[in-house]
Each structure stands twice: as C-alpha cells, then as structure tokens.
C-alpha cells in the first residue's frame, strides 16, 4: 500500500483581534472612503485628458472616438464612463450636441 503524504496545518502567529479592533484583516470594508478617492482621481484624470484631446483634435466626437482616445492616453475606459464625461464636456461647453441616437458632439472651436 502506498504511502499517503499527511498534511500538517500551521496555525497562524499572533493575538486573534476581534471585528472591532484595530486592525483586524477580516474587515477590509473599514476604509471605504479610500476607494472613493481612487476613483474620484481616476475619473478627473480620464476627463482631463478626454478635454484635452477635443481641444486638440476637434471635430465630430461620439463614445468610440473618445473611447479610443483614451485608450491612447493610457486609460481602459468603460463606454458609460466616456458617455458621462461626453455630457459633461458638453455642459461646459467644449461640445455641441449635434445628433441624438446614436449621440454625436462636435467640438467648439475656439478661434
């Protein structure tokens, strides 16, 4: 009969902390204002840069194009993401809507 290699657990080190402690590592959920802030910093880097490519580029823009614009800055963009940062371009008055479904903007120029 062959020889069944037997598995030894280890227990961890350290004091057991209750869920109320500092530090306990079972509740991560305690910071959630960090993730907030990730993504506020995300979200303000992806429209600086969107703003920054229709005041370069110009033209007619829609979510592919910003999509692809940027991708081309470095971001993986989400199209709900793009649509929102589209509609407030166009609230400040970077963009123009000139097409509802499918939504198309065109830049204003600024001469």
């Known amino acids: 009969m062959a020889e069944v290699p037997v598995l030894r657990l280890r227990r961890r080190t350290g004091r057991h902390r209750q869920p109320h402690e500092e530090g306990a590592s079972r509740h991560a959920g305690r910071r959630p204002h ?11 880097n992806r429209r600086a840069d969107l703003e920054k490519a ?3 580029y110009g033209g007619f823009w829609d979510t592919e194009r910003g999509l692809r614009a940027l991708r081309d800055a470095g971001h993986e963009p989400q199209q709900k993401h793009t ?4 509609r407030d371009l166009a609230g400040k008055g970077l963009l123009v809507k000139v097409k509802d479904l499918p939504v198309r903007y065109r830049a204003v120029r600024s001469d």
């Open 34 to 44: 960090l993730r907030s802030v990730r993504m506020a910093d995300n979200t303000s």
């Open 54 to 56: 229709v005041c370069i």
């Open 83 to 86: 649509r929102r940062i589209l």
